[in-house]
């Protein structure tokens, strides 16, 4: 397979206040691989006043819809974009990454959205609004508590990414933020704008979103800044430098825009002192910085920019490493043979080029050189090959952690101690990953826990899980992407938490009866709504948030105790030794807490078949106060909040989750025990929705 001889000039579009903007003139961006005009680029004539303005609007659509209906509008659209996969990897070659560096940020981008999704459903309310952390009671008396509240914000999140993942980049960004409940603006890099265009074309013709909530900028930014307000919010991935002068932009100040950043990274990998060449670590770590070094030829803000090795490996690391680079064939990225392409474009290749000169004042090439090119232009192409530098004395000099050749180039660097190799970690001034490759427990732990506070995420790699370990340089929508210090503080992904980041949070002081209104979740002390039908014997869609049953009184015996002991095998003397428990903090013998937990089921159950389907899990659980031979305990169970299901590939049965808080009492209204109990109830079946439709038919609307 071979690139072909001419691609079609791209004319990629704005996409701006519901239609699509044209500019016949601009940037004229030339492909990687040969060098030869690929896209004409222009934002000229755009109103970014206008679109922010636009978006605001239309956001108000998006935060009346629920996070589970967001959530499955995301599936449909994730299902939608991946049956198009073929047509980004046709364009994805002409960025200079092969069909592998492709399926990271492609597939990569679609999984993301594929997997907070998945999140949302099942971890978020179907609601607007998420109730956060615990009720506080702000009263002796109980009628005064408070809880905190995300909402989301009623503005537009702007999203300026880099060029090395137009895809990717576009869709972490935006994936949390929709689920959030605010619209997106996003900024593509000018290099690869053309890839982030294409998929936006398809993701405005599947008509899942609503109108609004994804607008696209190519070509430069103009004054969108000067147009940003307070429910604004901004996210920039790209260089320190840029960064820093954004951060000091006059209408960002002066507003207190939000400003998260992703930007430099000079990430370290260290091989433990213990390891041995014969090891799999040493083969593990060989493999990884290989990797890292050549995967987007280098083109990544997680890439291996540092190893660290023990100064009595550094030989041995640099024979392995050559065998290994040695391996990488260079060239036509569309072709099947090539292991790395290019870099975006020459005036990249020549910026790395310019960095490298600049290292070589602290530390020497051992690897390096022009290898035979499998197709491309090697002048009028961006080819780098693969280069490694040996600084001999990281200790002593700035220039390799404070210069990132942002390509197929690293810097080793030997240590003597954990100690020096901690220090040298750091002296990154903060990093997005680091990795630690290592069997020795006891070195993993006091490198991870020294260099923890100046990174994002790091990585301890051996031969336990190296064969589901996703790599050093693998953000994953489950963990945080960002880093301290050079690295921006930027807090991207961290599943939920990339969620939360797009609301506001709000602190809502009342009344139980009231706060649980305004919640929509049972607050201990509030009205309840008691039936003469039995709450196991309502459906999902029957059951109401309040809805309680208070059982009958039954009088604890020490027969009851004694046969539960006989049961279980739990015989603590605090049950059935008389003497043992007057001498203990009882001063008695008092029931097991589980058997309160079984007699208060017993209490509130209904045995015959229903929509009750399962007991789906307990949770929250206290023990208040002991109960002894002669107390009498009556339970109350209220319906705490209600969480719908989806149905899964092979489910006909509809249900939802009905989460019910539990309390035991004594004789005396004691409060005795506490806890929650998740039931799995049967729900009626949904009427046709057209967003899972989309998901299924193809995204027609």
Known sequence: MTNSPNPQILRPASYVYGQWHVNPEGQTLLDAVYGRPVAVISSEGVDFAQALAYGREKGAAIRKLTFHTRARMLRALATYLMERKEDYYALNALTGATRRDGWVDIEGGIGTLFAYSSMARRELPDERFLPDGKVETLGKGGTFMARHLLVPREGVAVQINAYNFPIWGMLEKFAPSFI????????????????AERMV???????????????LVTGEPGDLLDHLEEQDMLAFTGSAATANKLRVHPNIVARAVPFSVEADSLNASVLGLSVKPEDPEFA???????????????????????????????DAVVDALKKELAKVTVGDPARDDVRMGA??????????????????????????????????????????????????????????????????????????????????AKMGRGSLAASVITHDRSEATELVLGIASTHGRVLVLNRDDAKESTG??????????????RAGGGAELAGLAGVKHHMNKVAVQADPTTLAAIT????????????????????????????????HRRTVTEADIVNFAALTGDHFYAHVDDIGAKEGIFGKRVAHGYFLISAAAGQFVSPAPGPVLANYGLENLRFVE?????????????????????????????????????????????????????????RGRDEFDPVEDAGREGGKA
């Open 472 to 485: 050093h340089g693998s953000p994953l929508p489950q963990l945080l992407h960002g880093g301290p210090g």
């Open 180 to 195: 959030a409940g605010m619209p997106s603006l996003v900024k593509p890099a000018p290099q690869t704008a053309y890839l």
């Open 520 to 551: 929509r979740e049972h607050v201990p002390g509030a009205a309840v709504h008691e039936d003469v039908v039995h709450p196991f014997r309502k459906t999902f869609d029957q059951i109401q948030v309040g809805d309680s049953l208070l059982t």
């Open 201 to 215: 074309r398809d993701i405005v013709a599947s008509g899942i979103l609503p109108e609004g909530a994804l607008q």
């Open 284 to 314: 593990l770590f060989v493999k990884e910085v290989a990797r890292e070094m050549t995967g987007k030829a280098g083109q990544k803000c997680t890439a291996i920019r540092r190893p660290l090795v023990p100064r009595h490996m550094v």
């Open 626 to 682: 002991p109960v002894g031979i002669g107390d009498t305990i009556r339970t109350r169970l209220t319906c705490k909040r209600k969480i719908r299901k989806d149905l899964r590939p092979g489910e006909t049965r509809p249900t939802g989750v009905v989460e019910w808080h539990a309390e035991i009492r004594n004789q005396d209204e004691v409060l005795v025990a506490t806890y929650d109990i998740l039931t799995l109830v049967e």
């Open 343 to 424: 870099l975006v474009s020459v005036e990249q290749r020549q910026r790395v080029r310019e960095t490298l000169e600049k290292l070589k004042q602290d530390a020497e090439i051992v690897i390096g050189g022009e290898s035979e090119l499998l197709g491309g232009d090697r002048e009028k192409g961006a080819f780098l090959d693969p280069t490694l530098l040996l600084c001999r004395d990281p200790l002593t000099v700035k220039g390799p952690h404070e210069l990132e050749a942002f390509g197929p180039v690293a810097t080793l660097m030997p240590y003597d101690t954990l100690d020096d190799a901690i220090k040298l």
